[in-house]
């Protein structure tokens, strides 16, 4: 491994280790070296590590972590670890030791496609909730089977984040239901300081009840001005989407939203609901809307451009109605229709 790129600013009191690393086939032997470089680098207070794709054990990752443990000054943490041959053995390992930098004010970890069960999520979220600096979370978990019995644990932890403003969650295929969208949910509407959530919980098993969950406990976050929820393939009908959306209607400063209900099973109600719940968002200026693969039908479709036309602070749509049963003149009949109705809007749309 070659030396890291290691900057000292010493009026500032600065110091950054990084390793971009991703897909170099390295292994616990190689990854020793950075152990012994972080052994010197006492002070640093910024650490970005990119070991996507590598080879990397639980035996390297806990000498590793060990001595990250020690930095008491550390401020920002980004390691990424997808596509490895870790266990949760290696959560336990990180969980523990950052959970002792006082200091850290953003995390983010990857641990995507490894082989991670729910029963190790536990010490991660243990050291997470340690760090009562910490304001930015990203977190990948896509791809590992954390269940409803990983998420209540999830949830329960992210409750104490106190100072959180910005989290960004991916849970892509990771065999959860309703009940553990509530877990979840109810976890963040306790995170009273969030102003940017995303959260990514396509193909998973969601469903009318999850999305009910969801909206019931989203709307609790009343400071969000940014909020991102992608929700593909959950089986979500007309029923869930219209209590989502009512609880997203109540986040009254709300400027952007980015939704993808895309391959679930909208009817033309879902049209009215969305359209309806989005006019109710007064200050939203930006929204990227993905319905595509649903049963909205020519009416549907014509009604949510008709609620979405009237959105006078809106200054920008992204929309993705392909695949909803209709033509695709009809399509742009209800994107001219939305555009007449607010001349200053800037529309891209997809048939």
């Known amino acids: 491994m070659q030396p890291s790129q290691l900057k000292e600013i010493?009026?500032?009191?600065i110091a950054l280790i990084c390793y971009d690393k991703a897909g170099y086939n390295l292994n616990d032997q190689q990854l020793s070296y950075l152990t012994q470089e972080i052994r010197r680098s006492q002070q640093i207070n910024?650490?970005?590590?990119?070991?996507?794709?590598?080879k990397f054990t639980d035996k390297g990752i806990q000498a590793l972590f060990?001595?990250?443990?020690?930095?008491?000054?550390l401020q920002t943490l980004e390691f990424l670890l997808s596509d490895n041959q870790i266990t949760g053995l290696s959560l336990k390992w990180i969980g523990e030791n950052i959970g002792m930098c006082k200091s850290l004010q953003k995390i983010v970890l990857s641990f995507q496609r490894n082989k991670i069960d729910s029963y190790y999520l536990s010490y991660l979220v243990n050291g997470i909730q340690n760090c009562k600096k910490?304001?930015?979370l990203i977190l990948y978990l896509n791809d590992i089977p954390i269940q409803e019995e990983g998420m209540q644990i999830f949830g329960k932890g992210i409750a104490n984040l106190q100072m959180v403003y910005?989290?960004?969650l991916n849970f892509w295929n990771c065999l959860i239901g309703s009940q553990g969208v509530k877990q979840l949910a109810l976890g963040l509407s306790k995170c009273t300081q969030l102003t940017d959530l995303t959260l990514y919980l396509d193909n998973n098993m969601i469903l009318d009840e999850g999305a009910v969950n969801l909206g019931q406990y989203i709307q609790n976050s009343l400071l969000i001005i940014k909020l991102s929820i992608y929700l593909e393939k959950n089986g979500i009908g007309d029923q869930g989407v219209q209590v989502l959306m009512n609880g997203i209607s109540k986040l009254s400063w709300l400027e952007n939203l980015n939704l993808s209900l895309s391959l679930n099973k909208l009817t033309k109600d879902s049209g009215i609901n969305i359209g309806t719940s989005i006019q109710k968002a007064r200050l939203l200026k930006t929204l990227?809307?993905?319905?595509?693969?649903?049963?909205l039908q020519?009416?549907?479709i014509v009604d949510l451009a008709q609620y979405l036309g009237t959105c006078k602070e809106m200054t920008h749509l992204n929309i993705n109605l392909a695949d909803n049963g209709v033509k695709e003149n009809i399509i742009n009949l209800a994107l001219d229709i939305t555009k007449l109705k607010n001349e200053k809007l800037v529309i891209n749309g997809k048939n």
């Open 46 to 54: 910024e650490l970005k590590l990119n070991f996507n794709n590598n």
């Open 166 to 168: 910005s989290m960004s």
């Open 288 to 295: 990227n809307l993905n319905l595509w693969g649903n049963y």
């Open 298 to 300: 020519k009416d549907g």
């Open 10 to 13: 010493e009026e500032e009191k």
């Open 66 to 73: 060990e001595e990250i443990g020690f930095l008491r000054n």
């Open 134 to 136: 910490l304001e930015i």
